[in-house]
């Protein structure tokens, strides 16, 4: 069965410094997604990605998030300079346009910044 | 934000015996919601779904029921067995999932134990 993986699974970094998380989505989706899980709290939307550009995002995701599709498998989220806040689990996830239009989640990938 | 919230954070059943997950929302433009189970270390794995034009979905094991008049949905599982035992979110989705990239807004999650 067709699944999202994540690279990597575990990422720490220094406050400050950029990351880029990668995912590769199932391959006839078209809509991908990121989203956050901090310790103890909800599974939040960070942004959705159709056509090649943004197609929604929430007020998390400010000028220090930026999402890519660089050569038509991967999809990335970059975070430029890190804050302590940033920690968290980050689920990239991809769907088709069929119904029931679930969203197929990767396994996620830690960030830890420190 | 508590758009859709999940009231239980825990649930502990036995072995054969239904479970039932409850799962509230406050926003009416939500028209579509979602089921996803939840083992640690991976991702949410979508269970199943329902339109707001139903009040039942069924797959399996698996019920779910919405009262829109409420805002109010629930999944049942019959019979319960030890590896449903996970956290269990209900996601939901505004208007024109089929043709727009709705995001999901999650509920806390209910971890459920299904006991031997």
């Known amino acids: 069965e067709p699944e999202v993986t994540q690279t990597p699974s575990h990422q720490v970094t220094q406050m400050g410094q950029e990351v880029i998380l990668r995912c590769v989505p199932i391959?006839?989706?078209?809509?991908f997604y990121w989203y956050r899980q901090i310790l103890g709290q909800k599974v939040e939307f960070l942004v959705s990605?159709?056509?090649?550009?943004?197609?929604?995002k929430s007020e998390i995701f400010d000028d220090q998030f930026s999402v890519e599709r660089p050569d038509g498998s991967n999809f990335t989220l970059k975070i430029r300079s890190t804050k302590l806040e940033d920690s968290a689990m980050y689920f990239c996830?991809?769907?088709?346009?069929?119904?029931?239009?679930?969203?197929?989640f990767g396994p996620g990938t830690r960030l830890t910044v420190t | 934000d508590q758009q859709v919230k999940q009231n239980s954070p825990s649930l502990s059943v036995q072995e054969g015996r239904i479970s039932i997950l409850n799962c509230d929302y406050t926003n009416s433009m939500f028209d579509y919601f979602l089921w996803y189970k939840k083992y640690p270390a991976e991702g949410p794995t979508f269970l199943i779904s329902i339109s707001s034009i139903k009040d039942k979905n069924e797959d399996g094991r698996f019920t779910v029921f919405l009262n829109k008049s409420a805002k109010h949905l629930s999944l049942h599982i019959v019979p319960s067995q030890p590896g449903d035992s996970a956290v269990y979110f209900c996601a939901a989705s505004g208007a024109g999932i089929e043709t727009s990239g709705s995001r999901l807004t999650f509920g806390e999650g209910t971890q459920l134990t299904v006991n031997p």
């Open positions: 990605f159709y056509n090649n550009e943004i197609s929604e």
């Open positions: 996830a991809s769907r088709n346009n069929a119904p029931p239009y679930e969203q197929y």
């Open positions: 391959s006839n989706h078209l809509y």
